[in-house]
């Protein structure tokens, strides 16, 4: 036994190149970077977002709970509040368009298409998942708010929620689409044919079986649409204007966390500013807020993928 | 009413919702495909005077840029008809090279340990764990990322280089979960036939594994480099925004980039600067596509060899 092992270990032993190690050390570093770009993110919004606090001018409770966001302002006022509700008021028109259009896109997709419509359909919704946010943006101003909400609601102006969250929406009509195909495709043949040999018509099959039997995949797909939605930056920037108060009218301009970061860079912050370390203390608001959507959307989805393996 | 008669009208009102049901999902299905299209017809029916000829001229006054050529490679201007997209296009070319230099090695390199070499313990698990989760991290924090760390602490400065790793950091997620899977696609037999030939684990990766998962490896970073070309957000904190109205001439000048300059457009108020803008979307687009058709080329013709 011991000589056995003795013979292996030689013959396994082969001379190791300095070139071998080089490489695999670095692509041991490479794989490693991921830990390190994390923990980079965390540290940098971390510290940056402590250094915002600390000024006198900006209080914790303030940031919680005053109702304007002004920092550039002469007497500044950091209501994240305002960026938040706007955040998710902006996210919530979003998903009440994509989710009906993404899921029932998918429930198309794999319980009725041919394999040849589905052919078509599916680089459609992989070319309007690459069109750039910019594009977008650019679409919710000059097309969506002058063609659709401005004749449907006289009296909207240019810069509005309902557009951005309506182009916003058709942004993540792919992702909760491609998601909750996966997760119809992952249910068993089995299923689907015993339903439909017990008498079950299509639509009956669809969404009394096929549908509960791929929730947890479909709602996983929400809740990455909607972090998705909140995340989004320039299509809020370009159209849902800058309206630095509490206000929950959908006909009027909001202020997403997303588009006073962006605001906030544009104008000159130097270094060490209190304005340039609030865009890290909204940074970091915004990333506890996808961080917590995105475990849990992948928690559901893989406590999901267990049940049929 | 006799049994019959009850159970033919359930049949018919199942039938017709039956068809109801299957004309809604239709319409979801329409209104996506619809949206593409309207955005791409809007987009290409504004953007084309800029980029075809404009025959009644002479009756306004003569449109400046009006052919492809003159579009890309001209300064921006402050009127619209003579504002080029030059310096974002080169701005644009100059990221492309950065991210796809930096990207490759390390993309590629963290999918081959990961895929082929980690053991499978926790260390493993949290660093994939890390990768599903930087995938899913907005796109602006890399932004905040890159100001702090490539333009501060690195000293880079509001530069070329510093955009272009800031978009490094952002496809790396992508582009290592392809590469990942274009290796899970080569046979397990290509290795246990190297490693039974005597090669050892190393040479049975590098000469024969990754060999054959080229071509996936170069999809996926062809699809990450399209995520990146057409990414703003991140990019305004590299002072891409600020008026750059030269050619980048090293990796440490100024820039602004395609999506960027697209973007300072549509902020002007005038209807003519829509034209422009669209323009430049066109281009963008244009851009993804021949990125696009590579990445389905190569897929095309390498996929049956394995």
């Known amino acids: 036994m011991e000589n056995k092992k003795d013979l292996r270990s030689q013959l396994t032993k082969t001379i190791t190149r300095p070139v071998e190690k080089i490489v695999k050390f670095f692509i041991t570093a490479s794989a490693f970077a991921a830990i390190l770009i994390s923990i980079s993110i965390i540290f940098t919004l971390l510290t940056e977002a402590i250094n915002f606090f600390q000024d006198p001018a900006v209080t914790f409770k303030g940031y919680f709970t005053a109702t304007r966001w002004t920092p550039t302002f002469q007497n500044p006022e950091y209501g994240v509040i305002v960026l938040i509700s706007s955040t998710l008021y902006i996210a919530v028109i979003a998903c009440l368009i994509s989710f009906p259009l993404g899921l029932f896109s998918a429930i198309y997709l794999s319980e009725f298409a041919t394999k040849r419509t589905r052919k078509v359909i599916k680089p459609v919704l992989e070319v309007l998942a690459g069109v750039p946010t910019v594009v977008f943006g650019y679409f919710a101003l000059n097309w969506i708010t002058p063609n659709i909400i401005q004749r449907f609601i006289p009296g909207t102006g240019v810069f509005n929620a309902l557009s951005a969250g309506i182009a916003v929406g058709i942004m993540i009509i792919p992702t909760v689409a491609s998601i909750s195909d996966d997760a119809l495709n992952a249910v068993p043949n089995s299923l689907r044919n015993g339903s439909l040999a017990l008498g079950a018509t299509r639509r009956i099959t669809s969404l009394k079986i096929m549908f509960p039997a791929a929730l947890s995949g479909i709602i996983a797909s929400f809740i990455l649409g909607f972090s998705r939605a909140i995340g989004e930056t320039m299509i809020v920037t370009i159209a849902g204007g800058q309206y630095p108060e509490l206000n929950l009218d959908p006909r009027s301009a909001m202020y997403t966390i997303t588009s006073s970061i962006v605001n906030v860079s544009l104008g000159d912050t130097p270094h060490g500013t209190t304005a340039y370390n609030a865009l890290f203390a909204l940074g970091i608001t915004l990333f506890i807020m996808t961080f917590i959507l995105n475990i849990g959307s992948d928690y559901i989805a893989r406590k999901y993928r267990k049940e049929y393996e | ?306």
């Open chain 2, 1 to 306: 009413m006799s049994n019959e008669t009850l159970i033919t009208g359930k049949k018919a009102e199942n039938a017709i919702k039956e068809s109801l049901f299957l004309f809604t999902l239709y319409i979801c299905v329409t209104i996506a495909i619809l949206t593409l299209m309207t955005l791409i017809y809007d987009v290409l029916s504004t953007g084309t005077t800029r980029l075809t000829s404009d025959y009644e001229v002479g009756l306004i006054t003569k449109i400046q840029i009006d052919n492809p050529v003159d579009f890309l490679t001209t300064l921006d201007s402050r009127y619209p008809d003579r504002a080029g997209i030059g310096p974002a296009f080169a701005g644009t070319v100059w990221l492309m090279i950065i991210v796809v230099f930096v990207t490759f090695p390390f993309g590629t390199g963290a999918a081959i340990y990961l895929q082929e070499f980690a053991p499978k313990n926790r260390l493993t698990r949290f660093i994939e764990l890390n990768l599903t989760n930087l995938a899913g991290v907005p796109s602006v924090i890399y932004g905040l990322l890159g100001l702090a760390v490539f333009v501060r602490l690195a000293g880079f400065g509001r530069s070329v280089l510093s955009g272009g790793l800031t978009l490094t950091l952002l496809i790396l997620p992508v582009v290592i979960v392809a590469s990942r899977e274009a290796l899970k696609a080569v046979p397990d037999t290509i290795r246990q036939g190297a490693l039974a030939l005597g090669a050892t684990k190393f040479q049975a990766v590098f000469r024969q594994v990754v060999p054959s998962a080229i071509p996936g490896m170069v999809t996926g970073m062809v699809l990450g480099l399209s995520r990146a070309i057409g990414e703003t957000a991140p990019l305004i904190f590299m002072g891409a925004l600020t008026y750059v109205n030269y050619f980048p001439g090293t990796p440490l000048s100024g820039f602004t980039a395609i999506p960027i300059q697209v973007y300072n457009w549509i902020g002007y108020p005038q209807a003519e600067w829509k034209e422009t803008a669209s323009a430049g979307i066109i281009l963008l687009l244009g851009l993804l596509l021949i990125m696009n058709s590579i990445a389905i080329f190569i897929r095309n013709r390498y996929e049956k060899d394995l």
